[in-house]
T-cell receptor, first 113, second 113 residues
C-alpha cells in the first residue's frame, strides 16, 4: 500500500548548523509533497511544498529537493536556530485523487544554542 | 481569518464510553479531512469529505467510528464505544476545492482509560 518512510526519527544539531531530513515514498503516482512543522502543543503548519514537476524549491533558510526516479525527497534547513526545534513531517499525496496525505513518521529536531 | 478549530482540546473517557469530536474548517473550504496520530507514530488519514459527502473513508479503523458533515460546514467524529487503542491526537484539516494545501487544526487529544 501507500507508504512514506522518514529518517532520521530524531536529529540534534548545534545552532547555526544545517539539518537534513529525508523521505522515501512508495506510490509513483504521488505528485504533491508538503512538509509540516509541529511545535510542541501546536498545530502542524505547512512550511514548504513541492510538486512532481519541480526538482528543487527554496524559501529563505529552507529548501526541498525531489528525486522522482528514486522516489526520494528531502528537507534542508540551513543556519538553524533554537526556534527551529520541532517535529517535522513529510507527506505525499496524489492531488488528482482525494488529496489525502500519507505522512512519514516524523523527525524530532533539536537545535542546541 | 480564523483557522481550523477543533473541540474539545482534550478528552479523557473510560473504555466503553462515547466521545464526539468536532471540527470547524476554514470558511469556504469544501474539503475536510480527519487524521489521527497514535503514540508518537505517523499521522494517519481517516477520511475525507467534499462538502457533505464522504469522498474517501478508507482510513476509518472500524465501525465504531462515525463521521458526519451535515450541511457541509462543521464535522463531527464519534467514537462509540471507545477502546484503549483509540487514544491519540485527532486532527482535522481543510482545503479549498481544487487546491492541495491542507490547513490543520490544533487537534483533540483523546485518552481512553
Amino acid at each position: 500500500g501507500e507508504n512514506v518512510e522518514q529518517h532520521p526519527s530524531t536529529l540534534s544539531v548545534q545552532e547555526g548548523d544545517s539539518a537534513v531530513i529525508k523521505c522515501t515514498y512508495s506510490d509513483s503516482a504521488s505528485n504533491y509533497f508538503p512538509w509540516y512543522k509541529q511545535e510542541l502543543g501546536k498545530r502542524p503548519q505547512l512550511i514548504i511544498d513541492i510538486r512532481s514537476n519541480v526538482g528543487e524549491k527554496k524559501d529563505q533558510q529552507i529548501a526541498v529537493t525531489l528525486n522522482k526516479t528514486a522516489k526520494h525527497f528531502s528537507l534542508h534547513i540551513t543556519e538553524t536556530q533554537p526556534e527551529d526545534s520541532a517535529v517535522y513531517f513529510c507527506a505525499a499525496s496524489k492531488s488528482s485523487n482525494t488529496g489525502k496525505l500519507i505522512f512519514g513518521q516524523g523527525t524530532t529536531l533539536q537545535v542546541k544554542p | 481569518e480564523a483557522g481550523v478549530t477543533q473541540f474539545p482540546s482534550h478528552s479523557v473517557i473510560e473504555k466503553g464510553q462515547t466521545v464526539t469530536l468536532r471540527c470547524d474548517p476554514i470558511s469556504g473550504h469544501d474539503n475536510l479531512y480527519w487524521y489521527r496520530r497514535v503514540m508518537g507514530k505517523e499521522i494517519k488519514f481517516l477520511l475525507h469529505f467534499v462538502k457533505e459527502s464522504k469522498q474517501d473513508e478508507s482510513g476509518m479503523p472500524n465501525n465504531r467510528f462515525l463521521a458526519e458533515r451535515t450541511g457541509g460546514t462543521y464535522s463531527t467524529l464519534k467514537v462509540q464505544p471507545a477502546e484503549l487503542e483509540d487514544s491519540g491526537v485527532y486532527f482535522c484539516a481543510s482545503s479549498l476545492a481544487g487546491t492541495d494545501t491542507q490547513y490543520f487544526g490544533p487537534g483533540t487529544r483523546l485518552t481512553v482509560l
